[in-house]
């Protein structure tokens, strides 16, 4: 009998929950051994925001009229006070994470290298291996596929898309990919629940909606798109629980605004006059935009990570009881790239397509469905092309991670060109890789000694 949506498989009931912790462990310290040096130290505006938030009890950076601040690029005036030209949701994460990490007697004047880096990993490292447990757990025992197919796409959008070496840099477009991933995980969990546990799920589900927004304003798109989903579910209390989560939320960016733009709606990029991500349609700048993600351009998902393309192919081949959910997906792959086709830039300074970053876990979520079908033909070649084009994804990703994010001259396939420089890394480019691999060493140790225990006793 075929699974359905409220029925989740025999084969994946067999704890997917501690599998899902595996899965978060794996690649949380996977993250925290790549952050490298050289994207602690580039990516200083974050950790100058967080120290002022810290020093001053203000999201301001230092005195408006600074020459050092006036260099400070992605920052603009505005009533006497610079800001940001962010959101402030990382920021305060950020600064959270840092709270934690002064607690303990690390800060920035002892080692801002280290805070920096020991920030990032409580934040965006953290976040992103969360969001791929979830999608893990949901696909295995809410959709209902096989474990090693859910362990593919989980693996797979961890390491394999633009999302590795992002995971490793304190940005928010990663920060915000996260909510989002975790958020529709929640919501296609509410919709089989019932009762409070329905109310709880689609609660926090929608307040992490919420959360994406005060984090980046990039994927409002597929924001829209999952509320929709969570309405025409038509499931009795999904809608204002996610309602009610959405407007928790967005509350503090809506108390950030009103405090320092003195209107709840004004946004920090309108604010600041950076018109370059505003939708304007314009034909010859969506083809060229277009043949930059999606062709031969230099950031193109072909050479980035293909794996995501046989994802969105794996989106349409899902069976009909995922019809509702796999409608959601390509819409919200679709409006996302509506948008990105029609704004005025590509992106500065990236390894890889960032502005995909919100879509590529989504797109993974079509890779069982690829996989699924391929089994029922009798083909191996699918299972096969699908491990190859995983597999040049993640060594173009690795190589981002181990070398860096801040690659400015985009014209170039920044692989090639990083590639031949990893043989200067040495282990104090990482400052938490000792951390990190003692740490994997210990966990690995406990699954093996809780397995043998489990086999053992049955």
């Given at each position: 009998?075929?699974?359905?949506?409220?029925?989740?498989?025999?084969?994946?009931?067999?704890?997917?929950?501690?599998?899902?912790?595996?899965?978060?462990?794996?690649?949380?310290?996977?993250?925290?051994?790549?952050?490298?040096?050289?994207?602690?130290?580039?990516?200083?505006?974050?950790?100058?925001?967080?120290?002022?938030?810290?020093?001053?009890?203000?999201?301001?950076?230092?005195?408006?009229?600074?020459?050092?601040?006036?260099?400070?690029?992605?920052?603009?005036?505005?009533?006497?006070?610079?800001?940001?030209?962010?959101?402030?949701?990382?920021?305060?994460?950020?600064?959270?994470?840092?709270?934690?990490?002064?607690?303990?007697?690390?800060?920035?004047?002892?080692?801002?290298?280290?805070?920096?880096?020991?920030?990032?990993?409580?934040?965006?490292?953290?976040?992103?291996?969360?969001?791929?447990?979830?999608?893990?757990?949901?696909?295995?025992?809410?959709?209902?596929?096989?474990?090693?197919?859910?362990?593919?796409?989980?693996?797979?959008?961890?390491?394999?898309?633009?999302?590795?070496?992002?995971?490793?840099?304190?940005?928010?477009?990663?920060?915000?990919?996260?909510?989002?991933?975790?958020?529709?995980?929640?919501?296609?969990?509410?919709?089989?629940?019932?009762?409070?546990?329905?109310?709880?799920?689609?609660?926090?589900?929608?307040?992490?909606?919420?959360?994406?927004?005060?984090?980046?304003?990039?994927?409002?798109?597929?924001?829209?798109?999952?509320?929709?989903?969570?309405?025409?579910?038509?499931?009795?209390?999904?809608?204002?629980g996610v309602l009610c989560g959405l407007l928790l939320g967005v509350l503090p960016l809506f108390v950030y605004n009103l405090n320092y733009f003195g209107n709840p709606f004004l946004q920090a990029n309108v604010a600041g006059g950076y018109t370059d991500t505003f939708f304007r349609p314009d034909p010859g700048n969506f083809l060229r935009h277009l043949n930059v993600f999606l062709g031969a351009g230099d950031l193109s998902v072909l050479k980035y990570m293909p794996i995501v393309l046989a994802g969105i192919t794996g989106i349409f081949l899902m069976p009909e009881?995922?019809?509702?959910?796999?409608?959601?997906?390509?819409?919200?792959?679709?409006?996302?790239?509506?948008?990105?086709?029609?704004?005025?830039?590509?992106?500065?300074?990236?390894?890889?397509?960032?502005?995909?970053?919100?879509?590529?876990?989504?797109?993974?979520?079509?890779?069982?469905?690829?996989?699924?079908?391929?089994?029922?033909?009798?083909?191996?070649?699918?299972?096969?092309?699908?491990?190859?084009?995983?597999?040049?994804?993640?060594?173009?990703?690795?190589?981002?991670?181990?070398?860096?994010?801040?690659?400015?001259?985009?014209?170039?396939?920044?692989?090639?060109?990083?590639?031949?420089?990893?043989?200067?890394?040495?282990?104090?480019?990482?400052?938490?890789?000792?951390?990190?691999?003692?740490?994997?060493?210990?966990?690995?140790?406990?699954?093996?000694?809780?397995?043998?225990?489990?086999?053992?006793?049955?």
């Open positions: 009998m075929k699974p359905s949506r409220q029925s989740p498989a025999p084969a994946a009931r067999s704890r997917p929950g501690r599998d899902a912790v595996i899965v978060f462990a794996g690649l949380w310290l996977l993250y925290g051994a790549t952050i490298d040096r050289v994207d602690v130290y580039d990516y200083a505006l974050q950790q100058f925001v967080i120290a002022s938030m810290a020093d001053r009890g203000t999201y301001a950076i230092g005195d408006a009229a600074s020459d050092r601040l006036k260099r400070t690029t992605d920052t603009f005036v505005y009533g006497g006070r610079r800001l940001a030209a962010k959101q402030p949701g990382q920021f305060t994460l950020g600064y959270l994470a840092y709270r934690l990490c002064a607690a303990f007697g690390l800060t920035y004047a002892r080692d801002r290298i280290l805070a920096s880096a020991v920030v990032t990993w409580l934040s965006s490292s953290l976040l992103s291996a969360l969001a791929a447990a979830f999608l893990y757990w949901m696909i295995a025992r809410v959709w209902g596929y096989p474990k090693r197919d859910a362990a593919f796409a989980a693996a797979g959008s961890g390491t394999a898309t633009t999302i590795f070496p992002y995971s490793g840099v304190a940005h928010h477009d990663i920060l915000a990919a996260s909510y989002l991933v975790i958020a529709f995980c929640l919501i296609e969990t509410a919709i089989v629940l019932q009762g409070r546990r329905r109310l709880a799920a689609s609660l926090v589900g929608g307040t992490l909606l919420g959360l994406t927004l005060f984090t980046s304003m990039l994927p409002a798109g597929i924001v829209l798109v999952l509320l929709a989903r969570a309405v025409l579910a038509r499931a009795k209390g999904l809608t204002p009881r995922l019809a509702a959910p796999k409608r959601a997906l390509l819409a919200a792959i679709a409006i996302h790239l509506a948008y990105i086709l029609n704004i005025g830039t590509v992106g500065d300074c990236q390894y890889g397509p960032r502005y995909l970053i919100p879509i590529a876990p989504l797109a993974m979520l079509g890779v069982p469905g690829l996989l699924a079908w391929g089994r029922a033909r009798g083909s191996a070649a699918v299972a096969v092309a699908a491990g190859t084009l995983a597999a040049w994804s993640a060594v173009v990703n690795l190589v981002g991670a181990l070398k860096g994010t801040m690659y400015c001259d985009i014209a170039k396939f920044a692989f090639l060109e990083d590639l031949r420089g990893l043989p200067d890394l040495s282990l104090r480019d990482f400052p938490l890789a000792s951390v990190c691999f003692g740490l994997a060493a210990i966990t690995g140790a406990a699954i093996v000694l809780e397995s043998r225990w489990r086999s053992r006793r049955g």
